[in-house]
């Protein structure tokens, strides 16, 4: 393909005897929505760290637009598996703290962090700590985090896992909309299977560790997609004949 | 109660426990009286306030870092927690005896072993904290690129904030009680010394004077304290 954005190549880590990625690769083009499936403890965390240069991999190499990856660059966007807000801010300065470790001046960071809390409708609570907010307003202001640093590509790992299932469509909502306005790429990690067919344009199916590509499958159900409709109920039971075994 | 028991009912002998009404006629008396101790109120108030204050602030100083360094790197950690291991059990005043051979009855000594009972509390609360910092933050952190300082200044730190208080707010009662105990030992003024002599004199209403303005004094630092928390919180 010519229109690799995200390249993984022979990405290997182990601990100590446990192979979790060996000889591991996946190509995702600019403005791909992928979502990766596989079963708990194959290693879809320890991939993403080694993406974003929190672990490091053994071997192989990760191209980004074909530059080697690095954190000190603003174009990667990560929300982890873990509560990350600081307990200490209110939504809008934890929304700005990614730019505030960037260095982006004090009046400046809060107008973007402002926007992005706007763009995702938490005006309305921009001054509440995370303690007095809701599981799934916790999770978009983690969302407005990463967008503040304007990320051409975001990595989450099952952010939405622990939301109840209401809440979730409208979170899913929010992040297809996001996803058509900026052209932002997701590489989007999920045990959700009927979730991973309504979000993605592509779905990749892992093994257990050491992880493999077991299938990769092209969603083209257009969008606004409809979880009633019975092309999306087909692909849905597709995918989950897939996961079976695990 | 006390009036009660002492003015009205002479349930105690007015020698043992005075009444609240000539405690409090001293009090304003030792405002400007030097009787039976050799200084006025404000003069051994103010005394202990400064050796207090100097202790205070050379533990603070040398405690917080300390105790932060420990929390955050594993080198430091491997070489000073031994030792403080070490120095833990053994209390503020177990230090007299040696500071006064080294430096005699007078101010530095005094300064010294309210500098170790304020250094102690702050190393313990300050390395705690920091230790309990959250991994996934810190991860966070570096997600965006932050470097071991970053982390250090913009999470760590904030998520300790209230367990540094805490070690400010022990240290400052500890360092007060602390001098209040030297002074008793080895002082010519102080509140300490006040409430020694005056044992001795048999003026039991000069120790309760002195025993109420170390209270108040040191809910007032508490108080302090609390207030600052409040503004760096906000900030
Ligand atoms: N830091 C680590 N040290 C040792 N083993 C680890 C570490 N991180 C993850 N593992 C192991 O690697 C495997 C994959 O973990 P993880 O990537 O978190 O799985 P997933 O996110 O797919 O549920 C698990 O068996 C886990 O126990
Ligand atoms: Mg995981």
Redesign the pocket.
């Known amino acids: 393909m010519d229109d690799t954005y995200l390249s993984i190549n022979g990405l290997s880590k182990r601990?100590?005897s446990?192979s979790?990625i060996e000889d591991f690769s996946l190509q995702i083009a600019q403005s791909e929505f992928v979502c990766v499936v596989?079963?708990?403890?194959?290693?879809?965390?320890?991939?993403l760290?080694c993406l974003m240069g929190l672990?490091k991999a053994d071997a192989g190499t990760i191209l980004l637009n074909g530059q080697p990856l690095s954190l000190k660059e603003s174009c990667v966007g990560y929300i982890s598996?873990e509560d990350t807000l600081m307990p200490w801010l209110n939504a809008l300065d934890n929304a700005a703290f990614g730019i505030k470790i960037r260095g982006t001046p004090r009046s400046e960071r809060r107008q973007i962090a402002g926007k992005a809390l706007d763009k995702l409708g938490l005006s309305d609570i921009a001054s509440r700590f995370p303690r007095e907010m809701s599981a799934s307003q916790q999770k978009q202001v983690t969302l407005a985090r990463a967008l503040c640093a304007e990320p051409e590509i975001l990595l989450m790992?099952e952010p939405y896992s622990q939301i109840d299932s209401t809440s979730r469509r409208g979170l899913w909502e929010d992040l297809l909309r996001l996803k058509a306005q900026t052209g932002v790429t997701v590489l989007f990690?999920t045990h959700n299977v009927e979730e991973a067919v309504y979000l993605a344009d592509r779905i990749v199916v892992l093994s257990d560790?050491p992880i493999v590509i077991k299938q990769d499958i092209r969603v083209t159900l257009p969008f606004p997609r409809d979880i009633a409709d019975s092309a999306f109920i087909e692909l849905r039971e597709r995918v989950t004949e897939e996961i079976k075994w695990w | 109660m006390w009036h009660l028991a002492t003015d009205v009912w002479h349930l105690t002998s007015p020698k043992l426990l005075p009444g609240p009404v000539k405690v409090f006629e001293d009090f304003i008396a030792k405002f400007s009286s030097k009787r039976s101790d050799g200084a006025t109120l404000p003069d051994h108030t103010w005394s202990s306030l400064v050796l207090v204050l100097k202790g205070y602030f050379f533990g603070v100083l040398v405690g917080m870092p300390l105790g932060i360094m420990m929390g955050w790197s594993k080198w430091v950690r491997r070489f000073i927690r031994p030792l403080f291991d070490l120095l833990r059990p053994i209390p503020p005043v177990g230090w007299l005896p040696v500071v006064l051979i080294l430096f005699g009855i007078g101010q530095e000594g005094k300064v010294f072993i309210i500098f170790f009972a304020t250094l102690m509390p702050c190393v313990l609360n300050a390395y705690s904290g920091i230790t309990q910092t959250g991994e996934s933050l810190l991860t966070l952190a570096q997600s965006f690129g932050a470097g071991r300082v970053k982390q250090l200044f913009f999470v760590a730190i904030p998520s300790a904030l209230p367990q540094l208080f805490t070690g400010l707010r022990t240290a400052l009662s500890t360092s007060w009680a602390t001098l209040v105990a030297a002074e008793m030992l080895a002082a010519q003024k102080g509140l300490g010394h006040m409430i020694q002599i005056n044992r001795m004199n048999s003026n039991p209403s000069y120790i309760i004077v002195a025993m109420l303005v170390i209270g108040v004094t040191g809910a007032l630092f508490s108080l302090v304290l609390g207030l600052a928390e409040k503004l760096l919180r906000r900030s």
């Open positions: 601990f100590g446990l979790v596989g079963p708990t403890g194959c290693g879809k965390t320890t991939l760290r672990a598996q790992d990690i560790k």
